[in-house]
């Protein structure tokens, strides 16, 4: 069971599923003066946070409760021509993201088209930043599309975790930017506060 919320940017129509967290205690600070908290995380928020930071093999449960969105959204999804996962923010080895994209493809029938943008230009960590202009400022011109590959296409854009929407719409703009001819978003989950 989700809590999808529509989500308004650059997109045609976006949406998250559900929030990340439901609540976060804090404990106070371990041996290494690092904060502690008590997280506890809604059942597609666990999925997700195994899968990034635990290295568990959940994609393909993130990505099935993903495609049964869309059992709700044909119309939608008869818009759509590939999938297109977000440009990391942090280098791994395995990127959760294009695992997600790459499952919910294979669930959707829809192609997958992993480099069709990359990041050229390196920003801070977003979500150290809580100004959303500076945010704007910091992604414009950060991402470089693959236009052969979303030119004339319906795009369906997917993230892990929404927070803000600022890196999101800057891809948007550029996909669109680059020939899409329309952009849908679609992120596994949300953080309580959109800041």
Do not use: C
């Amino acid at each position: 069971m989700t809590n999808p919320a529509e989500v308004q940017g650059a997109w045609r129509r976006g949406w998250t599923l559900d929030v990340h967290t439901t609540s976060s205690t804090f404990l106070g600070y371990d041996q290494n003066g690092r904060e502690q908290y008590d997280t506890k995380r809604s059942p597609l928020g666990e999925l997700v946070y195994q899968l990034k930071y635990r290295g568990q093999q959940t994609a393909a449960q993130v990505a099935a409760v993903m495609a049964d969105f869309f059992d709700n959204e044909p119309n939608t999804l008869a818009r759509i021509d590939v999938i297109v996962p977000m440009p990391p923010s942090t280098v791994r080895a395995v990127q959760p993201v294009a695992q997600i994209a790459e499952e919910l493809g294979k669930r959707l029938g829809k192609p997958l088209v992993p480099d069709a943008i990359r990041k050229i230009r390196e920003t801070p960590e977003l979500k150290n930043i809580r100004d959303l202009e500076e945010r704007r400022e910091l992604l414009d011109l950060a991402f470089e599309v693959d236009r052969s590959t979303v030119n004339g296409k319906g795009i369906l854009l997917i993230d892990d975790l929404y927070r803000s929407g600022a890196t999101a719409n800057a891809v948007t703009v550029a996909l669109t930017g680059a020939g899409a001819s329309r952009v849908y978003f679609l992120a596994a989950t949300r953080t309580r506060s959109n800041a």
